[in-house]
């Protein structure tokens, strides 16, 4: 099951995007999760030897398997099945202050806080 955006299948790594905000709603019952997921993740890793700077590793996240972080949502996805729920991505945000923002911002407007 891949991620919808504006109706069309996103399966692709945006360059320009840092994540997205995203929504996973229950369709017989219309309950929804709201969350934010990032594309990119940053490791550091100790300085090589010899060298005195700190390595960093850029790669890619696990975003198109990610079915959010509340452990009830996970177990309620492991009762129902994959094939009742739907993955959508709202907004797509340039920056991490962008998505924390946009994330809080839809979770008010929608009363769930």
């Known amino acids: 099951m891949s991620w919808k955006y ?3 299948e996103y399966t692709e790594l945006p360059e320009e995007y840092f994540g997205f905000v995203y929504i996973i709603t229950h369709r017989e019952t219309g309950k929804s999760y709201i969350g934010k997921k990032q594309f990119k993740s940053l490791n550091t890793r100790r300085p090589l030897k010899g060298k005195k700077r700190k390595r ?3 790669k890619e996240s696990n975003w198109k398997n990610y079915w959010g972080s509340s452990e ?3 177990e309620f996805i492991q009762e129902e099945g994959l094939e009742k729920f739907d993955r959508e991505i709202l907004i797509l945000c340039t920056s991490k ?3 924390t923002y946009n994330e809080t911002r839809l979770l008010f407007e929608n009363n769930v806080l």
């Open 6 to 8: 504006r109706g069309k």
């Open 56 to 58: 960093r590793i850029i």
């Open 72 to 74: 009830y949502l996970k």
């Open 97 to 99: 202050s962008s998505l």
